[in-house]
Each structure stands twice: as C-alpha cells, then as structure tokens.
C-alpha cells in the first residue's frame, strides 16, 4: 500500500509518496488579465505567461481551511491524473492541519478524505509533529525540542518533549510570509512605484532581496548614506514578462548611483526595506501588532515550561518554514536568544538545508515507522465510529 | 514676492484637527486588516459582462421565468457550512467558555521592550509625531509629504 504524505499549507502544498521526492505546489487558483475567462489551478500557474496583476484565490483565511471549494478543486488536480494518480482505495495519507484547528474543519477533513476521496486510511496530524518527528529521529540522544515555524500565515513556537507536544507552551505571532509581502507592497507604492495589485511580483522582490540585519540600527544609518557607501541598498530590476521573465538584483558593479538607467528596464530602488521588511518577525510591534517578536515568545514559550527542562529546550531549536530562509535568520535569533537566556544555558538553533520541507519529510520518516499503522484511522474504522475515532487517536 | 513666513508646528497645531485616541486605534486596526488582504485588485472575471444569452436578452424581458441557476446540481457537499468564513468559524468555536490553553490563549502577548518608531514616510528612525494622526516623522520634508498624501488615509 501506497502513502502519500501532504503538508498543506496556506501557500504551497509540500506533497509526494513516502518512497519518493517531495514537490512544492502553490495551493491556490489563480485568474490572469490576459486569459480572463479561465482559473488555473495550482501548479497551473506555470501556464499563465504573463503574470502580472495575479489574482489569488486561496483556500486559507488566517491559516485555517475556510474555502474548501477552492480547496476541493486544488487536491483534484494533485490527486488526479495528471499529477499524483492516487488509488485511493489503496492508498493511506498523511495530512497536516494547523494548531487548534477548528472542530469543525477537522470533520469536514474527516468527512472529504473518507466519503468523498475514500482514502483506505488516514492521520491527521500538525505540521510542527512531523518536524519534531523528524528532528527526534536525526538526534536520537535529545529529549525535548522546540518547534519554530514560521509560514504563511503565521509563526507558531511549539516545544515537543518525547514526541509529544506540550500544549501549555504553544505560542502563535501573528506575523507571517503574507503579511511580510504585503507591507512591503504597500511601502513601495507609497515610495516609489504603485504594485498593489502584484503580489506575485513583489513576493519574488522579498525573496530576493529581502535579509534579516544583524545589526539593526547600524544598518539604519548605512541605508541612508549617499553613493557608493550605501552597502545596503540595491536596485531590482522588474519583469516585463516579454524579454525579463524574472525579475533580478542588479549586479553591484552595473548598479548606477544616480538611479538614471539607460537601458530602459522598470527599476524598484531598494534600501532600508531590505530588512525593515522581515524586522517585523522580530519586533511586530514595529507595525503596531502588540505582541512579541521570535526571540521573546521562545524565552515567553519555554519559561512556561518545567524548569528542569528548559535547558533542553533552549539547545534543540529548530526552524521551519519559508521565513527562515531570510539570510541572517539564524544568526540573528540566536543572537537575540543569547541576550535575553541566563549566560550558563547554552542556545542552540539548528537552520535545516530544506526548512520549507522539513515536516514533509518527517512525515516520510513517519510513513516508514513501524508504529505507523497503529496511527492511522482506516476507513472502516470511520465508517464505523465516525468522528470519535478519529477525535480520539488524531492529536491536533 | 511674498515670503511665506515658517510657522512652528507647536503653534499651528493649535489650528489643526487632531484625532482622538479611539480614531488612532481605528485607523491601525484598517491598516493592519489590509496587510491580510489577498489581492487588491477586482477579480479579472468581474470585469467581463456576464457570459451566455443573459446578456443579450432585451431590457423589457422581465417577465420570462429567470434561469434556474445551473450551478446547483454540482456535488452537494458543499453545503452551507463549507461556506464559512474564518470569523464565523471563530465564533462558533466559542472558545471562551472552553478550557485553556486554546486558540485565543496562544497568540503571543504583547512585547515588554518599549515600540520603537520610525518615520511613516521613508521609513528610517524617527523622533517627532504628527500631531494631527499620531503618525510618526523624521524631518520637516518628511512631515509635509506625510501631510499632503497619508495624514488623514483611513479615517473615518
């Protein structure tokens, strides 16, 4: 029997088979200016040729699966024929859902994978479970760890002490990959250039350009210099969709000062954006959310924590999700971390070299574990205990 | 030519309108609700004038029976509450009469550093508030082009 393995994020689903690769799909529809009249779905969007002026469909509102019409119509494509050609009826699956998912999500989850799909079984399962899974089975001799994950929609801090999650230590910020692009969206058009309509667009610039500073306000100062002494500021050329397909970062030594290019192309001048941007995981309040930025919400989530393990958790953190992929990420949380922890404890935070993927492919690992069946719930199970069962044995 | 005299923002502000503390609060609250936003621009599809005969037919026809919607025949699980939004979702949870810790006790509380500023217009470290919105600026060219283009954006 196949298991397919589906970390279902707001933005992209990370999905593949326990024997094979993993794949990155936007879970979403999108409709395009110029093919007005069609939607394409998922990794459809690699059709579109010109996508300026995307528009988004997603399934996700905050980070909870409110729109499964949308939600329906991305798994059929990833299902079907075309892409995963799953058998379901001989097939188990490994979902992932959010932190305390809502009841009522969780038996719409229930009701689409058996009734509709017919999975022979499933396990619904977080995301972070499935990282910590992973990070338990790569460092056998650790006890406790501390989940960051840090997506799409938010940040979530969850300590996980033998594979089992500590629920007293879960602690969400509401800052995440949506909100980063969209202030820096908005501050561009502001200062320069209207992008308010392409998200697209200008997620790619954050990606790009964007890096956590290490030192903040020195950086301040040299994003406002003049000329050449300005080491921070960079100039991004955007695509035309004709001959730029794919927006770049001038290189530094074709970068002309005075921002007059002869050559025509459409140029965003980027500075203190850079890293005032993905600053806002750091100090939300930067933008006026009031709560804790990374580092005070893992000192805030441990010391919630028994004191006798708290030195563990503060030497196995690991990070997870699109964010951390800023550069400087790492280096900067533990730099903070080390400030605000007692000076004997040591800190230790472990960046993985595929931090979007890592749940997935601990739910891989999870897949192989002889304790996998034990997990699951079968569709006779379901059929014959409906929702219980699975409220039971699936710990979301 | 006339010499525009500079008045000190001290003494003008005495003229201005300032917001009170509820409209500041409000105004942030808009602008943080933006930033969850999905797209800012209108469905291409709305654009287009509907598709099929509907759109040819005569202004006068109104008595014809409308057109059943043909949509509905499609999958009937998605019911009603597949159609939820995240704020019905929330509420229906009624998560304040349920045990912590839960989805309201997690979010992280407020920092205990103090909010740091920065200029609303360029966006580097700022020591001066518009005495108007409460906005934070960094310099007098600063503050003139936060009053001509943001000072009173997303009031009501």
Request: glycine share 6%; net charge negative.
């Amino acid at each position: 029997m196949a298991t397919l393995v589906l970390d279902n994020g707001a933005c992209t689903a990370k999905i593949g088979y326990s024997q094979e690769k993993v794949s990155v799909i936007p879970n979403c529809q999108f409709r395009s200016k110029t093919s007005r009249l069609k939607t394409f779905t998922a990794n459809q969007l690699d059709e579109i040729k010109d996508p300026s002026g995307l528009f988004y469909i997603l399934p996700f509102q905050k980070g909870y699966l409110v729109n499964w019409d949308v939600q329906r119509k991305v798994w059929d494509h990833l299902f079907g024929k075309e892409m995963f050609k799953v058998e379901f009826p001989d097939t188990s699956i490994i979902i992932t859902e959010p932190y305390y998912n809502f009841t009522s999500i969780q038996e719409s989850m229930n009701e689409i994978l058996f009734e509709e799909y017919q999975f022979q079984s499933a396990l619904r399962i977080n995301a972070g479970s499935l990282s910590a899974h992973h990070y338990f089975q790569t460092k056998p001799l650790q006890l406790c760890c501390l989940v960051v994950d840090s997506g799409f929609s938010f940040t979530h801090i969850v300590p996980y002490c033998r594979s089992r999650k500590m629920k007293e230590g879960i602690c969400r910020i509401n800052v995440g990959g949506k909100l980063l692009t969209n202030h820096l969206k908005e501050i561009i058009s502001y200062r320069q250039l209207h992008v308010m309509d392409e998200t697209h667009v200008i997620n790619q610039v954050k990606e790009d350009v964007c890096y956590v500073s290490q030192q903040f306000y020195k950086d301040m100062e040299v994003a406002q210099l003049k000329g050449e002494e300005n080491t921070v500021m960079r100039d991004y050329v955007l695509p035309d969709f004709s001959s730029i397909k794919k927006g770049f970062c001038k290189p530094q030594e074709e970068m002309v000062f005075s921002g007059k290019y002869k050559t025509g192309e459409q140029i965003l001048r980027l500075a203190n954006e850079r890293f005032a941007v993905p600053e806002m995981l750091f100090h939300p309040s930067d933008i006026g959310i009031q709560e804790m930025g990374i580092p005070e919400a893992i000192v805030y989530s441990i010391q919630s924590l028994p004191e006798e393990m708290q030195p563990h958790f503060y030497q196995n953190i690991v990070l997870t999700g699109g964010n951390t992929l800023f550069p400087g990420f790492r280096e900067r949380l533990e730099e903070d971390l080390r400030s605000l922890v007692p000076a004997h404890l040591p800190v230790s935070v472990l960046l993985p070299a595929n931090p979007i993927c890592y749940s997935w492919e601990g739910g891989k690992l999870l897949a192989h574990n002889p304790d996998y069946d034990e997990m699951v719930v079968t569709r006779e199970d379901y059929e014959e205990n409906g929702h219980c069962i699975c409220e039971e044995k699936f710990d979301i | 030519m006339v010499l525009e005299k500079k008045v000190s923002a001290r003494v003008e502000a005495g003229q201005r309108r300032v917001l009170d503390e509820a409209t500041r609060q409000r105004r942030l609250t808009r602008q943080l609700e933006a930033l969850e936003k999905d797209n800012f621009q209108d469905d291409p599809l709305s654009s287009l004038p509907p598709p099929g005969p509907t759109a040819r037919l005569p202004a006068f026809s109104e008595t014809e029976e409308p057109e059943k919607k043909k949509r509905k025949t499609r999958g009937d699980h998605f019911k009603q509450r597949f159609r939820k939004n995240f704020t019905t979702l929330l509420e229906e949870e009624n998560l304040s009469e349920k045990p912590e810790p839960n989805y309201l006790s997690a979010a992280a509380p407020p920092s205990s550093l103090p909010p740091r500023h920065f200029c609303c217009v360029c966006g580097f470290p700022s020591h001066y508030t518009c005495t108007t919105c409460g906005g934070r600026y960094c310099s007098t060219k600063c503050l003139s082009t936060h009053r001509e283009t943001r000072c009173l954006k997303w009031t009501l």
